[in-house]
Each structure stands twice: as structure tokens, then as C-alpha cells.
């Protein structure tokens, strides 16, 4: 059965950092790509960083230069560093996981989730 646990979120000041993690347990980390996603409220989940196998990373526009994904597959952790944080990137983070990954940016292109960590970023 295939787990994704994240953890890190909370309460942080605009300006301030988080480091959110997620631990995956049940599959074949190594092979996945994976990826943090977010959704606010009243708002459709949305992408947020991704990164593959062989440790390509992609951002949305409104994290990349802020936020940094990366991963350990010796502990099957992801991670994701953000920086210089803004009232509009409060939300809950999702970490993601894909079987075999087709480049796409949608949730449906991902087949395992977390249950989520809550992020706010009080101005």
C-alpha cells in the first residue's frame, strides 16, 4: 500500500521560510517522479514543483526563483524549501507521486497523494 506523509507546515510570516517533507512508503521511490502540489481555499489544486527520477526539477512560474524541490532516494524523502514567502502561497501542500510520468502539470497525472500539511503566511 502505497503511503505519502507530509510534514513541515505552519504558521510563518511573509518573508519568513518552511521546509516541507514528505516520506513515501510502498513503492519504488527511486522510479517515481514526484511532486508537491497546492490547493487554497475556494481554489482548484495546482501545481506547484516536480521533480523526476533522474532529479530534473520544474516550477510554476509563481514559485520558481523562491522555492526549491528536492529529494533523498536513500530515505524516500521529497522536499520542498520555500523562501521569501507571500500571503497567496498560503494553502495545503499535497505531495504527489507518478508511475510513469508524461511530462503533464495536472493532478490527474499523478497517481498517489498525501493527505496534506497546511501552509499560512500571515502579512
Known amino acids: 500500500q502505497v503511503q505519502l506523509v507530509e510534514s513541515g507546515g505552519g504558521l510563518v510570516q511573509a518573508g519568513g521560510s518552511l521546509r516541507l517533507s514528505c516520506v513515501a512508503s510502498?513503492?519504488?521511490?527511486?522510479?517515481?517522479?514526484m511532486a508537491w502540489f497546492r490547493q487554497a481555499p475556494g481554489k482548484e489544486r495546482e501545481f506547484v514543483a516536480t521533480?523526476?527520477?533522474?532529479?530534473?526539477?520544474y516550477y510554476s512560474r509563481s514559485v520558481e526563483g523562491r522555492f526549491t524541490i528536492s529529494r533523498d532516494s536513500v530515505k524516500n524523502l521529497v522536499y520542498l524549501q520555500m523562501n521569501s514567502l507571500k500571503p497567496e502561497d498560503t494553502a495545503i501542500y499535497y505531495c504527489?507521486?507518478?508511475?510513469?510520468?508524461?511530462?503533464?502539470?495536472?493532478?490527474?497525472?499523478?497517481?498517489?497523494w498525501g493527505q496534506g500539511t497546511q501552509v499560512t503566511v500571515s502579512s
Open positions: 504527489a507521486a507518478a508511475d510513469y510520468w508524461n511530462q503533464g502539470r495536472l493532478p490527474s497525472n499523478f497517481d498517489y
Open positions: 510502498g513503492l519504488t521511490f527511486s522510479s517515481k517522479t
Open positions: 521533480i523526476t527520477w533522474k532529479s530534473f526539477t
